[in-house]
């Protein structure tokens, strides 16, 4: 699931493969795109805003794209063999003379002028990995909303950008909070801007999170997130799940009752 680790991995993956160089085939396939050619135009950087992609052409245009839950994109070689998906699934190729850019299914794909980037990233708060992070900021957006559970307001781009579901159930289990606790309830809240970058700081360049530290038999390398069913890996509790979460219907909620202080819905839950 692509979070703001993965998009800073995938973005300095673009800008290895692409920048300083003039593109030789540009194939944009959606539909508002279709006719877009940015064939030599020299390809300045890629840079993530939190989950969001920013490719900036010379000529003042930036194209923008969104992973959200399985879009990618792979870099290969001049002549290499794609391997990302199946045709249909692409729908971006960018090609300098060395190496070619294939995105795969992505749900989100935008050509714009570059002065117009904050048009699509200026909603976002502080971001954890780029180079405006402001720990005090976020903090004030996250405790804007003193009522709302912890989890969504983690989730809320708004707040701080790059958090997704992995990393959500994470903190809250690291602060020991049920996602449903009310963030004004939480003790200590500063602490967790400084975590929330911290957890995101040491996953940058792995290809698979760890967030249990040096905690034997974690063999997922996560406390809670997609254990539902299993021991808790500090209590032995068994974690719970729940469809919805606090956030929305979409999103699994994952907590240890034993380590978790704070609301925890029963119904539907296991």
Sequence with gaps: MPEGDTVWRTARQLHRALSGAPLVRCDLRVPRLATTDLTG?????????????????????????????????????AGERWRGGPGHQIRAVLATAARTAV????????????TEEDRVVGHLGPDLLGP??????????????????????LLDQRNLAGIGNVFAAELCFLVRASPWLPVGE???????????????EVNKDRPRRVTTGGVPGRSSGLWVY???????LRCGTTVRSRL????????????????????SPAPASR
């Design 103 to 114: 995105g795969y299914r992505l749900p989100v794909l935008e050509l714009l002028r570059t």
């Design 226 to 232: 997609g254990r539902a069913g299993s021991p808790c």
């Design 41 to 77: 135009r020299e390809v300045l950087e890629t840079l993530p805003r939190g989950k969001h992609l920013l490719t900036r052409f010379e000529g003042g245009l930036t194209l923008h794209s969104h992973l959200r839950m399985d879009g990618a994109w792979r870099t290969y070689a």
């Design 132 to 153: 405006d992070w402001d720990p005090a900021e976020a903090l004030r957006r996250l405790l804007s909303d003193p009522g709302r559970p912890l989890a969504e307001a």
């Design 186 to 200: 939480l003790p200590s809240p500063e602490r967790l801007p400084a975590l929330a970058r911290k957890l995101l």
């Design 244 to 263: 919805p979460g606090p956030s929305d219907g979409q999103r699994l909620a994952y907590w240890c009752p034993g380590c978790q202080t704070g609301p």
